[in-house]
């Protein structure tokens, strides 16, 4: 196959020109003096790219570069590339957020650069953006989603009904009368999410923004914008690192410093292209797997559920004549863990905003005990409680018995005296008042959900020498010099390259290793991240879990991961914990875990793609005892067609 596709063009599908919105959505737009719309789209067409050349000023290389394409009315086209291929500027340029330098955008015939079209745009392509935080602009839920129906002039009582549909479209119809301050990031992206699907577009841009979101959440905000795709017309652009999403698409664009380099239908581009991983991709782990088995002589086709590899698996062993259908699973033996650094946590709840109108419980009473040497996750679905856990372990949220103004309550008479929280994380007890926490906090390191929230210094050398040196007070210019290096080279930044640069100018995958380089710099002995691998491309999910699984080799005891990825935490956590509305549903090694694949989806959870085809296969009559990596997985396959002599 050529690197471009041209052969997708012909096969793209037009739905109706019937947008979504309906009589109430032209009528509001006509309120606000839209031009009418009959009389820009008569060509079919959405949204033209006609070589776009847009710069920054401060970066050297231009972030788009001639980029040309259409796309149709009605169409759901996916965008993917690495990070800094150019995906945001794009969706900036759709809606007038920026102008390009060289060429033009057009928008159901309006040109983005002339005159007032880029307000008459925004009312016709919804932007979705990366960190929900960007575009929320109410104290109250149900105001924020009202706010661009407000904009554009819809009816009161249509804003009301919008705002009923789109929460409810994204499950959080709960929350209406809540505060945006107090929702987890999932939370925060669905609210976000609702506020453009109220405007009901024409087109509906979403720029990685499921990326927050746990397995049900994304599944409801996929199905939601597939059927508004499907049944409506509206047209869909999805910017995504999730290669399942984009399989929903009628076709994929790949960019790459920002050019277009590869164009067709998501199987043309999943399938038969060999070229991902020079463009700083990787094929989906569905695709690794295949290629695995064809290179060890097993004749299964490409494909793209688990299910349909589970039955290529099933015909390729009927072919060949293979015997055994059963591979059984011998589990490497555990390092004895020291049992210096384990965590212990009893009891623990937490209410935020309490005795308050917005008091919100998100914590219940969790028991939990994390050995020293775990590579441990922590799995649940948005606003289960995970980041409220993960903040009490270094203290960032104190137990109620470690606040100066704690006094305990003497019990009522007659009836048993209240059962405290504790924490223990090490020799630190963070229910004493005297516990030292800033030692506390250098021993236990915490990079948070956005790394940009912990970025703040002029210079990234400042950033990440900031920590070290509150926490060692005295400590010499060389030295720190010295350990600034290491930690920036450990995390694959060059020292030399990045040191004096604002940490505000680097990627988003750059600024994720500069916030990690800022918390490693003091060696703790455990460290925390909060979904540490969210919003970045394939190969830089895989670098980050390859560093982590580096600092964990050689002087980090503990790591714990946060995670909405199944197969993240299949494929790097020796033990996981399952956090279901504040309480802890089940704590075992992914391979026990991921084995209640039923469990798991009632609260809101998915199960590795390799644990679907185990599940296919066993119904075949072929039964894979796996941890449910890919390369375990792959392994067992493999030996069942060797006579199997490993299983």
């Known amino acids: 196959m050529e690197e471009d596709i041209k052969a997708a063009d012909a096969a793209e599908k037009i739905a109706p020109a019937q947008v979504a919105g309906g009589e109430n959505m032209a009528a509001g737009a006509a309120q606000a003096g839209a031009p009418d719309a009959a009389e820009n789209t008569d060509d079919g067409n959405a949204v033209v790219f006609d070589g776009v050349t847009f710069s920054y000023n401060e970066q050297p290389a231009p972030a788009l570069s001639g980029v040309s394409f259409t796309v149709k009315k009605g169409e759901f086209l996916a965008i993917i590339g690495h990070n800094g291929s150019g995906k945001s500027t794009l969706a900036r340029l759709i809606n007038g957020l920026l102008i390009p330098d060289e060429g033009k955008v057009v928008v159901f015939g309006l040109d983005t650069a002339e ?15 990366q960190n929900p935080d960007n575009q929320m602009v109410a104290s109250i839920i149900e105001d924020d989603v ?64 499921t990326a927050m979101l746990d397995p049900r959440g994304r599944r409801e905000v996929m199905g939601v914008v597939s059927r508004l795709n499907r049944e409506e017309g509206m047209t869909v652009i999805l910017i995504t690192h999730f290669m399942e999403e984009a399989l929903l698409a009628d076709r994929t664009i790949v960019l790459n410093r920002g050019e277009i380099v590869m164009q067709g239908t998501p199987a043309e581009i999943f399938l038969h292209s060999e070229r991902l991983e020079a463009y700083n991709l990787s094929l989906p782990r569905i695709g690794r797997i295949c290629k695995t088995l064809q290179k060890a002589g097993i004749a299964v086709a490409d494909c793209l559920t688990p299910e349909i590899l589970a039955e290529e698996i099933k015909d390729a062993a009927d072919a060949a004549g293979v015997k055994s259908r059963t591979a059984a699973f011998t589990a490497a033996p555990l390092p004895e863990s020291p049992h210096e650094w384990d965590i212990d946590v009893k ?17 219940k009473g969790i028991n939990l005990h994390i050995d020293e040497g775990e590579f441990f996750g922590i799995i649940g679905h948005t606003g289960s409680g995970k980041s409220t856990l993960v903040q009490h372990l270094n203290a960032l949220i104190k137990l109620p018995q470690a606040e100066k103004r704690y006094r305990a309550k003497k019990p009522k008479k007659g009836q048993p005296a209240p059962v405290l929280p504790s924490i223990t994380v090490g020799r630190f007890n963070l229910a004493d008042k005297k516990c030292p926490f800033v030692k506390l906090r250098e021993s236990v390191g915490m990079v948070f959900q956005y790394p940009e929230y912990q970025l703040f210094a002029e210079t990234v050398f400042a950033d990440v020498a900031f920590g070290l040196k509150n926490f060692r007070k005295g400590i010499s210019a060389e030295e720190t010099e010295s350990a600034v290096r290491d930690a920036l080279e450990m995390v694959g930044l060059n020292y030399e390259e990045v040191k004096d640069k604002s940490p505000f100018d680097l990627s988003g995958g750059q600024k994720r290793r500069v916030a990690i380089a800022g918390v490693i710099v003091s060696r703790p002995h455990i460290l925390i991240l909060d979904e540490p691998a969210a919003g970045l491309d394939p190969l830089g999910k895989q670098e980050i879990m390859e560093l982590l699984h580096k600092i964990h080799r050689e002087w980090c005891s503990t790591v714990i991961v946060v995670s909405h990825d199944m197969d993240e935490i299949a494929d790097n956590c020796t033990k996981a914990a399952v956090i279901s509305d504040g ?24 199960v590795p793609l390799t644990a679907k085809a185990c599940v296919r296969l066993r119904e075949l009559g072929i039964d894979i005892d796996t941890d449910f990596t890919c390369e375990d997985f792959s392994e067992k396959v493999i030996s069942l067609f060797k006579g199997g002599e490993n299983a």
């Open 115 to 129: 005159g007032k079209n880029p307000i008459e745009i925004r009312k016709k392509a919804g932007i979705v953006f």
């Open 146 to 209: 009202a706010f661009g129906p407000e904009n554009i002039g819809v009816e009161r009582e249509e804003i009301g009904r919008r705002i009923d549909w789109a929460l409810k479209a994204v499950g959080m119809e709960q929350f209406r009368t809540g505060t945006p301050s107090r929702l987890s990031g999932g939370q925060k992206q669905r609210i976000a999410i609702a506020g453009v699907l109220a405007i009901k577009p024409d087109i509906i841009i979403l720029d990685e923004s």
């Open 347 to 363: 009891n623990l709840a937490f209410t935020y905003s309490a005795k308050s109108p917005f008091a919100s419980r998100a914590l």
């Open 583 to 606: 309480e802890v549903a089940d704590c075992a090694a992914p391979r026990e875990l991921f084995k209640k694949a039923d469990e798991l989806t009632s609260l809101g959870l998915d």
